[in-house]
């Protein structure tokens, strides 16, 4: 239905033209790109502002009860620079993709990844090769997302001719390199290696450890650590992956059974959607986070989960990640 909706966006756009919301939500990424680093402590306070909020309800149909996510004073790539040196070689290699997200507004995700699977004996090789797409995607700008996205295959190729696992942290992300781009490319043989060598991370690393690979222990960051699945990494890869690594630890999990945060990449922030985007939400997730034991941790991977919960709860998740480290 997705792919569907997508497609039926595309011959609208085709038809009747785009407007400015639709813009800013196809072009995000790029705008990511020039507003993290030194003007982004400036930028975020000016998106926090009630004229700002106001303005972009009136122009773009942006609710003015939401702020736009922040941009990172120092983005991912220059912040894992600083600490270059400090990297390793092993034989056993796995490519980081550097996503939008980890790369322009969460670079201590990125820089999280990078340290666990370092210590669990991995060289980490970068690949900041361009965006996967799915803002373009799950908005229906496909002929966009198939020029783009071709040049971001492109620079994956080495990695993935080389037969080598690229790990993302974002689960739509992962999802955009390895169900949606697969199907605008006319390479089937790239298609299968994106289908078969993407992965997210957590279901990366729990395969290692079922093929007797990876051995380490893990110490958790809380006694406590409390899952909020993402809709595309349940659908497409399940949530035992996440599971599995995190009872490595010393926590005890649990995963709270709930659908959608009800966010949806950018349906949440729409005028017209933010009521019923706050109902699904309060089906189920919203009243279990504000239940949590104190001291639990909240592991929400999804970019747009971890906003959402925190905006109509006040709790903020981490990405897994960032809450269990290898046991020294």
């Not at 400036?42 to 939401?66: C, K, S």
């Not at 078969?196 to 093929?211: M, P, S, T």
Request: aromatic share 8%; net charge positive.
């Amino acid at each position: 239905m997705a792919k569907m909706k997508s497609d039926v966006a595309q011959m609208y756009y085709d038809e009747h033209g785009t407007t400015l919301r639709d813009r800013l939500i196809r072009d995000s990424p790029k705008m990511a790109g020039r507003f993290s680093g030194p003007f982004a402590a400036t930028i975020n306070r000016l998106q926090r502002t009630g004229v700002f909020r106001n303005v972009m309800e009136r122009l773009a149909g942006f609710d003015q009860r939401r702020t736009l996510p922040a941009y990172a004073p120092e983005p991912f790539l220059k912040a894992l620079q600083r600490r270059k040196n400090g990297s390793i070689k092993s034989e056993r290699k796995v490519v980081l993709f550097v996503d939008t997200y980890v790369n322009f507004h969460e670079p201590n995700i990125g820089l999280s990844a990078v340290e666990l699977l370092e210590s669990c004996g991995y060289e980490v090789l970068i690949a900041n090769v361009g965006c996967c797409q799915r803002t373009k995607i799950s908005h229906g700008f496909l002929r966009d997302a198939k020029r783009d996205g071709a040049k971001t295959v492109e620079g994956l190729k080495p990695y993935l001719d080389a037969g080598l696992p690229i790990v993302v942290c974002e689960p739509s992300c992962a999802s955009a390199l390895n169900d949606d781009l697969p199907d605008l490319l006319a390479d089937e043989v790239i298609s299968a290696k994106l289908k078969n060598q993407v992965k997210v991370i957590d279901a990366f690393l729990a395969d290692e450890v079922e093929g007797g690979i990876l051995n380490h222990s893990f110490q958790a960051v809380s006694d406590n650590l409390a899952i909020h699945g993402h809709c595309h990494q349940k659908a497409l890869y399940g949530t035992a992956g996440l599971k599995t690594m995190l009872s490595l630890s010393n926590a005890d999990v649990r995963e709270i059974p709930s659908g959608c945060c009800g966010m949806a990449g950018s349906f949440g922030y729409e005028k017209e959607h933010y009521d019923i985007s706050k109902k699904i939400g309060e089906l189920l997730l919203f009243p279990a986070v504000r239940g949590l034991k104190k001291g639990t941790t909240l592991v929400a991977n999804g970019f747009s989960c971890r906003h959402q919960i925190e905006h109509f709860t006040g709790v903020k998740g981490r990405h897994w990640v960032e809450v269990i480290r290898v046991k020294k």
